[in-house]
């Protein structure tokens, strides 16, 4: 099992930045990729971005290309997602998730999820 911690969530202005932080613990080692998905009221959870923990490869949603940036510090098992120029549109739960595999954009790709943080940004 792998547990995950998401941290860093709150209220910002738009145009603001902040940094969310997923923290792993447990079986660590067999964990690929890590990934943000991001699930607002009334709408469903939507891919954000995702990172491979052995060689660093990101990708990212369209919708925050250029905005946000995925980083990894294995030594620690922690992620980051800094989250620059925020808009109202980001105003989410954000949640971490960890795939033993190579996972994309698919929520169904990943085996562990953490509890999920509160991003309001206001305009």
């Known amino acids: 099992q792998v547990q995950l911690v998401e941290s860093g969530g709150g209220l910002v202005q738009a145009g603001g930045s902040l940094r969310l932080s997923c923290a792993a613990s447990g079986r660590t080692f067999s964990v690929y990729t890590i990934g943000w998905f991001r699930q607002a009221p009334g709408k469903e959870r939507e891919f954000v971005a995702t990172?491979?923990?052995?060689?660093?490869?990101?990708y990212y949603a369209d919708s925050v290309k250029g905005r946000f940036t995925i980083s990894r510090d294995n030594a620690n098992n922690t992620v980051y997602l800094q989250m620059n120029s925020l808009k109202s549109e980001d105003t989410a739960v954000y949640y971490c998730a960890a795939a033993r595999y190579g996972a994309g954009a698919s929520a169904a790709s990943y085996d562990y999820w953490g509890q999920g943080t509160q991003v309001t940004v206001s305009s």
């Open positions: 990172i491979r923990l052995t060689g660093g490869r990101t």
